[in-house]
């Protein structure tokens, strides 16, 4: 059975990446893609590069596709990513977050690195760091992990 995933901010090098390894892995189907600036843009017109790693069009950020993924990668900078996580996870999305919205474990820490308010620090409590090899007690804590994550952290 394949996931099927987004990846939001794909037109960043982080996103563009994500692309890349997500199009070609056996457990993964790639559904959506987005970029409020190339919306409408197919992929490899904007990496030409990468032709033939994916026929998918970005879709605005706002694309309602997204909450029919099983996953969604936030490759946005900072801010956006706690704008758009609470719509996802409410959804039943689960979210996975490259900037640094939910990389810190409180929010008085975020505010004082970042300059911010936090948006959404509720959901700090259930965030897990990305590194299960260095923090595998946080993916107890993690909310809406995907089974192929939970079972990597039940192993």
Known sequence: MAYRVGVVGAVGFAGAELVRLLASHPFFELGVITSNADAGEPFSNVYPAYK???????AAHDDSGLAECDAVFL???????MAMAPGLLA?????????????????????RWYGVQHSSAWLLETRAFGL???FP???????ALPPTVKAHRDR
């Open 132 to 134: 299960p090899e260095l």
């Open 75 to 81: 490759a946005v900078p900072h801010t956006a990513a």
């Open 137 to 143: 007690a946080e993916l107890d804590n993690a909310a």
């Open 91 to 111: 959804k039943g999305v689960s979210v996975f977050d490259l900037s640094a919205d939910y990389r810190l474990s409180s929010a008085a820490a975020y505010e």
């Open 52 to 58: 033939g790693v994916t026929d998918l069009t970005f």
